[in-house]
């Protein structure tokens, strides 16, 4: 099932939570909802559950406005950060609750009820536990169960709200594949919260970054992590390096940096901020020519496993940047602290300052620590 | 967690905490009882069983116990609608009504016997309109049930208020997304995180109301047969320096309330053995 939400509005007293939100989620899609605390994703996938009303807009499921339908009545799975099992219920009796507390004439007969909870214990591998209760099982086995009880009633639409937050982060990584595994499996439509960058990259077909009540993008986990639409974007996902320089009539100047921005033709000294990836940056022991390049020094190399991260100290101003890269290709040049270098930065995005301050805080020559 | 005292324990003072709280519960509880129980023992068998299995003895007991669980079993019911308002919603006046349930603990229960009589009695504020209707309360064992309704009306609430204070919405709001409506939500998910509470508040209530005196005497009418509690018998035996007759009755008292505590401690712990 397709949900399509059209200028949803709430506000908690003074506070904003969500302001404007457009969203389509086409059926059959597992959609993450990312962005840091307070951003309005929990709101936004609570009012799309009916756990809370919105002030103003729709929310269409198959192109049926669902506002005025009560939670019990939309068919959705709902699953809970903290799990929220029913604690004086066995395992089995929670998986069944959905299917018990039907109307008489659409429940299930007992034989077919505990086909149906035996089929989904099978599902999260848990059939040796169906008579323990909660309390008994580790945080992950809590929530496969949370899962499995939600997808006893065959919802159209899996709703979850950071359905790993809880737990530590070896079984969070075995959850998350797990989900994904059997979301290709049961393709039913998805829409999970989180705010761990990571988790939405590998598991979502589609992202949603949200910032402070509104949605600053759409897109694939490529196009999200690629082409970032908004310097939060650009910050929230991955880590990045900040130069602060000018855009003029159509030039962005950065230190010793001179680059094309056509899209900045109208810009006149216009304060600017350039966003780099670390590991999109090539480091060069000779200048290649005057304009493409900046000068630094080598302050710090540490070795990360299989990469090897530099942080550099610009030569005039002094601001840090980061450089990531593989082993083989520092091998290939090892720099030591103290060298010279000449930073070419492969891609770059720039954005002018009053965007970007509209948008959100900056940190001053600093490098954004992904979250 | 039994920590006994050879095996070494990283809480310190059980040596200390176990002498103290034994000690302390023989001197207020257990050297009392044991009194009554030594001055019944100086009857003969005959004579004890004579004293309490006569029939004004047993209809005291019937009355006793059955207006104290009747009280009890109301107060329940009641005690549990005046928790889940106080803790569900949020109404002006919503603190003076929390305070007013303590209310009946820190009134002399003399007061409160008498100021239900006047109200209950044929010509009092309520009872004239029971008048008519052929409902007599006061001096009856429906005006027992009144009082002890009264005394014991804050063990319910307080007993089942926190609990239900630490229900997490959310484990409601799991049950109404998996399609349960409210009443279904209550009665398979509140009402069996709350019944130890609600067990609790009635034993409470229960042996508070048994042995509750001050409040009856007054409603009670205390006439032999019909409306005479055991304490009163008890009193009246003193009266009359029977001290060993009233010992008597008292231990049978103290052994029919022990059983019945045990019973639903008992219940308590099978229905805890039951969830986990």
Redesign the interface.
């Known amino acids: 099932m397709s949900i399509e939400i059209q200028g949803l509005h709430k506000r908690f007293g003074a506070f904003a939570a969500l302001d404007d939100i457009n969203l389509t989620i086409p059926a059959g899609q597992l959609v993450a909802l990312l962005g840091p605390s307070g951003c309005g994703k929990t709101t936004l996938l609570r009012i799309i559950?009916?756990?809370e009303t919105a002030d103003r807009g729709n929310i269409f499921f198959d192109g049926e406005e669902t506002s005025g339908r009560?939670?019990?009545?939309?068919q959705?799975?709902?699953v809970?950060q903290?799990y929220?099992?029913?604690?004086?219920m066995t395992v089995f009796e929670n998986i069944a609750?959905?299917l018990r507390?039907?109307p008489r004439a659409s429940r299930p007969p007992e034989p077919r009820l505990r086909a149906k909870v035996e089929e989904l214990l099978s599902l999260i591998q848990l059939e040796s536990l169906a008579g323990r209760?909660p309390?008994?099982l580790s945080g992950g086995q809590r929530q496969r169960v949370?899962l499995a009880?939600?997808l006893?009633?065959e919802p159209q639409v899996l709703l979850l709200d950071e359905p790993f937050g809880a737990l530590d982060t070896k079984v969070r990584k075995e959850l998350r594949r797990w989900l994904r595994r059997l979301h290709d499996e049961l393709h039913v439509t998805s829409v999970f919260v989180t705010h761990d960058q990571e988790e939405a990259l590998e598991v979502a077909d589609q992202i949603v970054v949200m910032n402070c009540g509104r949605v600053e993008q759409i897109g694939t986990p490529e196009q999200v992590y690629d082409a970032p639409a908004t310097p939060f974007v650009y910050q929230f996902l991955g880590h990045i390096n900040l130069f602060h320089g000018r855009a003029h009539s159509g030039w962005v100047r950065l230190g010793g940096l001179r680059l094309r921005a056509p899209e900045y033709q109208d810009a006149r000294h216009v304060p600017a901020l350039a966003y780099v990836r670390p590991h999109d940056i090539d480091l060069l022991r000779e200048p290649e020519d005057r304009d493409s390049t900046l000068t630094a020094t080598v302050s710090r190399v540490s070795i990360l496993g299989s990469l090897v991260r530099l942080e550099l100290l610009q030569t005039p101003g002094g601001e840090i940047a980061e450089v990531e890269m593989t082993r083989e290709r520092y091998a290939a040049d090892p720099l030591k602290a103290g060298d010279l270098v000449f930073v070419k930065p492969r891609q770059l995005r720039v954005f002018l300052q009053q965007d970007a301050e509209s948008t959100s805080p900056v940190h001053w020559g600093g490098h954004g620590d992904g979250i | 967690m039994s920590a006994s005292p050879r095996q070494p324990s990283v809480l310190p003072g059980f040596n200390l905490t176990l002498g103290l709280a034994v000690g302390y519960l023989s001197l207020i509880v257990l050297i009392p009882l044991a009194m009554a129980f030594l001055k019944a023992f100086q009857l003969s068998a005959e004579e004890f069983w004579a004293i309490v299995l006569a029939p004004r003895v047993l209809a005291s007991y019937r009355l006793t116990f059955g207006t104290a669980f009747l009280a009890a079993a109301i107060n329940t019911a009641f005690g549990l609608i005046v928790a889940w308002v106080l803790v569900r919603y949020r109404f002006p006046g919503k603190r003076l009504v929390d305070a007013l349930v303590d209310l009946p603990f820190a009134l002399p229960t003399a007061v409160a016997g008498i100021t239900l009589t006047t109200l209950y009695s044929s010509n009092g504020w309520i009872g004239q309109f029971l008048k008519p209707l052929g409902i007599k309360v006061a001096f009856t064992p429906s005006g027992i049930v009144v009082a002890l309704v009264f005394i014991s009306l804050p063990f319910v609430v307080r007993t089942v208020q926190p609990v239900l204070e630490d229900l997490e919405a959310e484990v409601e709001e799991a049950a109404a997304s998996l399609g349960a409506g409210r009443w279904q939500i209550f009665r398979r998910i509140i009402f069996p995180a709350i019944r130890p509470a609600l067990l609790t508040g009635f034993t409470l209530a229960f042996a508070r109301a048994i042995g509750e005196y001050g409040s009856v005497i007054f409603i009670a009418g205390n006439l032999p047969m019909v409306s005479e509690i055991t304490p009163l018998l008890i009193v009246g035996k003193l009266e009359q320096y029977d001290y060993r007759g009233a010992a008597a009755v008292s231990v049978v008292m103290l052994a029919i309330s022990f059983i019945l505590l045990l019973c639903i401690n008992l219940l308590q712990r099978w229905g805890r053995l039951r969830q986990v």
């Open positions: 559950a009916g756990l009560h939670v019990r009545d939309r959705v799975g709902f809970f903290h929220a099992l029913f604690q004086h609750f959905g507390v039907r209760y309390s008994q949370a009880r939600a006893a009633v």
